[in-house]
C-alpha cells in the first residue's frame, strides 16, 4: 500500500515538475509572419521568411532574454486569405508582433485591421507611398521603403551627374509601378530634365515589342519599371530591339534586383538604379551577411532578404528597449517606431515622424565581377527620407504619384 | 505612321503571333480536335521550360534539351490522359476540374522541385542577337520563333492531311463510332493526339522560354491566351488556330501600340467580340 | 428504407439549422470568421448552381458578378457613406445590369464555347477593375470598407455579423429554392436534359435560359455585397479567373443540382484553404487531389455520394427466412 502511494506521489510531482517551465519567465515571445508561401510569389516570400529566420539562429532565436516563437502563415498571395490569417494569428495564436506581405493591396487590406486589433505590424516590403503618407496606419511600422523613396535621388542624379535632358519612361501599370515612376519625374524635371513620353504595360506583359516600338527616338535615356518576371524579361528585349546601344537604360530598383540578376546575362549590364540595398554594398556588415546568407541559402540575398532580416532585429532592439515586455503593445508599438539601427547590412536605418525608414539611397550600376552579376555601388545619398528634401506638410499636399501625376508636360 | 513603323509593328505582330501559335498549336488539337479542355496546358508548357533547363544545366545543347522536354512531357501527358482523360469525353466541367487539379499539382512539384526563382534559358550564340536591316532591329530570336512555328505548323498540316495517320487522327475526332468500325484503333490514336498536343506544348515552353523567362505562374499566365487563340480561331482547325494567333498578335500588338490606355483588353474584348458574333470562332465548326 | 432516402435530406437540413443557430455563441471569433467566409462563398456557389446544376451551362466569369457586387459596397460605403440598403440595391442591381448584357453575348453559344466566352467576359471585368482607377483604385484595391450602416444593430463584433450573414444566406437559400421549384425551375431543368425537346414543345428556351443567367448574377452580387463587408476590402483579385474556376469546383465538390451540395462544396473548399494551409506549405499539392478525386470517385458530387449511398442501403437484398 505504502509502495502504491509512493509511486502515485512521484509521478503526480514528476508530472507537475514536467509541466512547469524552466524558469518563471513568461512565455516566448511569438513573432506572426504572413507572407505568400505557395503561388507565383512563393520565392519571395520564401526568402523573406529566410531572412528571418537566419537573424533568429544567429541570435540564439532569443530576443530580449525571451524564447521568440516565429509562426509563418501562408496568405497564398490573396487578400482575403491574408485577412483570415491575420485573424488566426492574432486571436488563436496570440502573437504579441506581426511581420509581412509583399503586395500592396494586401498591405491596404491588412492595415485596418491591424489597427483594429492594436497590434504592431511590420512591413518589410510593402511600399506603397500613402501607407506612410495620405494614409497612415497608427499600428503598421515599415521597415523596409516606399516606392518613390529612391526614384528621388535618382531623378537628382539623372539630370545633374548623368547628364540626360530627356526621358523616357516604361513602367508596368499598376501603383507601385507609377509611384516609382513618378517619384523620379518630379525631381528629374525639377533639375531640369524633361520626360517626354510615359508608357505603361499591363501586369502579365511576355511581349513589350509594341512599347519598345513606340519610344520616342530623341530620347537620352530610358527609365523602366520591371518587377520579378517581367525584369527577367526586359532587358533582352530592349537589347535585341537595338535599343541598349542608342538608349542607356536605367530604372527603379526591382529592374535590376538581386532576385532576378543570377538568371539575367549580358544584356543587363549598365544597367543604373536606385534601391537602399544593394548585395555588393562595401561595408563589413553587409559583407558578412551575403556570405552567410549565400552559404546558408545557396543564393546572394536580395532586399527582400535583408529588410527582412532587419526587420527581425528591429523587433529584438524593440524588445530590448520596453526590457522584454512585449505584452505591453503601447509601449512596445512606441519603442518600435524609436528603434535606430546604426549598421543593418543596407547601413543606418531609423524611422521619420510618418513612420517610413530615413536610410540610404544607394545609385547602383550593373558590373560583371568573377563571372557573375552584382550591383556595384557608384554612389550613396545619405539619410534620403521619403520626403526627399521637400516639406513633408508640402509634400503631402500633392496627389499619390499615379499614370497622371506628375502631368507629363513634355509629351 | 512611317514604313518602318508599319513593317516594325508587323513584323512583331507576326513573330508575336507565331509565339501564341506555339502556344496555342497543342492546345488547338487537345482542345479544338479532341473537345478537352485541358487547363493543364500551362503546365505542360511550364513544366517543359523547367526539364529543359535541367538538361541544360547539365551541360546540354539548347536543342538537345527540346527534345528531351517534349519527351518527358509527352509521357506526362499520356499518362494523365490514360488514367483520368479519357473517360470523360464530352463532359466539360469534369474535364475542367480534373485539369485543373493536376495544373495545381503540378504548380507546386514544380515550386518543390526547381525553386520559385525566376530562370532564363541561355540561348545559343547563334540565335541571340539581332539583324539589322537600315536602321530596325530584327532579333534573330524572334526569327526563330517564327521559324519554328512555321515548321511546326508545316508539319502539323503535312501528317494531317497528307499521311494515313493524319487520316486516322481526324477519323477518330471526327466520330469515334464510325473510326471504330473501320478498323481504327481509336484508343491508340487518342492517345497519340493528346501526347502531340502535350509535346507542341512542352516545345513552346522551351522556345517561348527563352524568350519570356521560366518562373513560377508562368503556367497559369499563358493559359489565357492559348484559350483565346484556339477560340478565336476557331476549334478544331489547325488553319484557325494559325490565322487565329496571327491575328490575336497583330490586334494585340497593334493595339497596344496604338491605344496603350486600353493594354488590359487588346486581348479579352476582341475576343468577346468575334464570339459574340460568331460563336464557334473564326474558321470554327460547331 | 425508402422512406430514409426520402427523410434524410430533411433531417440533414433539421441538423445543419441546430448547428449554424446554435453552436456560435460558444465559437471564438476566428471560427465565427471562418463560418461566415463560407457562408458569402456557399450564396455565391448556390447562385452558380442555378446556372451549371439546373440548366446545364458552366461558367467560368461567375466571379465578375462578385466583383460588381463588392465593388458597389467598396465604392458607395467609402466614397459616399451609403448605407446597406443602398449598397444592396446597387450591388444586386449592377450584377443584374451586367448579366443581362454579358448574357446577351453569352448565350449565343452552348458547351464549351459558352465556357470561353464567359471566361472573356469575367476577364474584361477584371481588366476593368485593374484599369478604371479613378472608380476602382485599380491594382491597390478599396479598403476600410466599414461594417453594414443604417441597421437598427451593430454588427462589429463577429457573431452579430455572423448572425446577419446567416440570415442573408437564409434567404438566398429560399428564393433559390422557390425559384429551382417554380415552374420556371423545372423547364430549367428540362432544357439541361435536353433543349431540342423543350423546344419542340413550345418553350421559349432562350428567354428561360436567359432568365436563369441573370439570376444567376444576380444570385453572385448579392453574395459580393457580403464579400466586401465581411473583408473590408476590394480588390481586382475578386474578378480573377482563378476565384471563377475555385466556385464551380465548389458547385462540383457538394453535388449540382442540388444548391444544398454547392453550399456544402463551399464550406468544404472554404475551410481547406483556410485550414490546411496552416499545416502544410503543400495544401496547394491536397487542393489539387481534392479537384481530381472529386470527379474520379464523387462526379455527382458529395451530395450525390450521400444520395448513392442511402439508397443502396435502402435496397438491401430481403434476408432469406432463418434456416429452423
Known sequence: MARKLTVIILAVLVVIAAGLPADAQKGPIKIGVISPMSGGAAQAGKDMVNGMQMWLDENGGQMAGRKVEMIVEDSQGQPNIALTKLQKLVERDKVQVLVGELFAHIGYAMAPKVDEYRIPMLYPVIAADDLTQRKPAKWVVRTGWAS??????????????????????????????????????????????????????????????????????????????????????????????????????????????????????????GGMTPLQYSAALDNPVNKRFVAEYRKKYGKVPSYFSETSYTSTRWIAEAAKAVGGDVENREKFLEALRHVEIPDSPRGPVKLDAHGNPVQNIYIRKVEKKDGELWNTVIHTYPAVSQFWKYKPEEFLKQPVYDRNFPPCKYC | MTFEFLVGQIFNGVSYGALLFLLAGGLSLIFGMMRIVN?????????????????????????????????????????????????????????????????????????????????????????????????????????????????????????????????????????????????????????????????????AGVVAGGFVGVYPGADFEILPFAFVVVIVGGMGSLKGALVGSLLVGLLDNFGKALFPELSYFTLFAPMAAILAVRPTGLFGRA | MDRLVRRAPRAAAVVVAVLLLGLPPFQSSFTLSLLTQALVWAMLAMSLDILLGYTGLASLGHAAY???????????????????????????????????????????????????????????????????VSMTSGDNGIAGVPRPRGLPWALTGALPFYYFVLAAFVLAFLVLWTVVHSPFGKTLVGIRESESRMRTLGYNVWLHKYIGFVIAGAGGGFAGVFWAYY??????????????????????????????????????????????????????????????????????????????????????????????
Open chain 1, 148 to 269: 518613390s523613396q529612391p526614384s528621388h535621388p535618382f531623378g537628382e542624379y539623372a539630370a545633374k551627374v548623368l547628364g540626360y535632358k530627356k526621358i523616357v519612361t516604361l513602367g508596368i501599370d499598376y501603383a507601385f509601378g507609377w509611384e516609382v515612376i513618378g517619384g523620379f519625374q518630379k525631381t528629374f524635371e525639377e533639375n531640369g530634365g524633361q520626360s517626354i513620353q510615359k508608357l505603361g504595360a499591363p501586369l502579365n506583359t511576355t511581349d513589350f515589342a509594341p512599347y519598345l516600338s513606340q519610344i520616342k527616338r530623341d530620347a537620352d535615356a530610358v527609365f523602366a519599371l520591371m518587377v520579378s518576371g517581367s525584369a527577367l524579361r526586359f532587358p533582352r528585349q530592349y537589347q535585341d530591339a537595338g535599343l541598349k546601344a542608342k538608349f542607356p537604360l536605367i530604372g527603379g530598383g526591382t529592374t535590376f534586383d538581386e532576385f532576378v540578376l543570377p538568371s539575367l546575362g549580358d544584356e543587363a549590364i
Open chain 2, 39 to 203: 487547363m493543364t496546358h500551362g503546365s505542360y508548357y511550364l513544366l517543359g521550360g523547367y526539364v529543359a533547363l535541367t538538361v541544360m544545366w547539365r551541360g546540354g545543347p539548347f536543342l538537345l534539351a527540346i527534345v528531351i522536354a517534349a519527351l518527358a512531357i509527352a509521357l506526362i501527358g499520356i499518362g494523365e490522359w490514360n488514367a483520368f482523360l479519357k473517360r470523360l469525353s464530352g463532359q466539360e466541367l469534369g474535364q475542367v476540374l480534373t485539369t485543373m487539379g493536376f495544373a495545381l499539382i503540378f504548380q507546386d512539384l514544380a515550386l518543390v522541385l526547381w525553386g520559385g526563382d525566376p530562370q532564363t534559358i541561355k540561348l545559343p550564340a547563334f540565335l541571340s542577337g539581332s539583324w539589322v536591316i537600315r536602321e530596325s532591329f530584327f532579333p534573330v530570336y524572334r526569327v526563330f520563333i517564327v521559324g519554328v512555328a512555321a515548321a511546326v505548323a508545316l508539319v502539323l498540316w503535312l501528317v494531317l492531311e497528307k499521311t494515313r495517320l493524319g487520316a486516322m487522327m481526324r477519323a477518330t475526332v471526327d466520330d469515334p463510332e464510325m473510326a471504330r468500325g473501320v478498323g481504327i484503333n481509336v484508343f491508340r490514336i487518342s492517345m497519340g493526339v493528346f501526347a502531340l498536343g502535350a509535346m507542341l506544348a512542352s516545345v
Open chain 3, 231 to 324: 473583408n473590408g476590402f476590394v480588390s481586382p483579385a475578386d474578378a480573377e479567373l482563378a476565384t471563377s474556376v475555385e466556385i464551380l469546383l465548389m458547385v462540383a465538390l457538394g453535388g449540382r443540382g442540388t444548391l444544398f451540395g454547392p453550399a456544402l462544396g463551399a464550406f468544404v473548399i472554404v475551410l481547406l484553404k483556410n485550414l490546411v494551409s496552416v499545416y502544410t506549405h503543400r495544401w496547394l499539392l491536397i487542393l489539387g487531389a481534392v479537384y481530381i478525386g472529386t470527379i474520379v470517385y464523387a462526379p455527382e458530387g458529395i451530395v450525390g455520394l450521400l444520395r448513392d449511398r442511402l439508397k443502396a442501403r435502402g435496397r438491401a437484398p430481403l434476408r432469406p427466412a432463418p434456416s429452423p
Open chain 3, 66 to 132: 462578385l466583383a460588381l457586387g463588392a465593388y458597389s459596397v467598396g465604392i458607395l460605403a467609402t466614397r459616399h457613406g451609403a448605407n446597406f440598403w443602398v449598397t444592396l440595391a446597387v450591388g444586386v442591381a449592377l450584377a443584374v445590369l451586367g448579366a443581362a448584357i454579358f448574357g446577351l453575348v453569352a448565350l449565343r453559344a452552348t458547351g464549351v464555347y459558352f465556357l470561353m466566352i464567359t471566361l472573356a467576359l469575367g476577364m474584361v471585368v477584371w481588366g476593368l477593375a485593374h484599369r478604371w
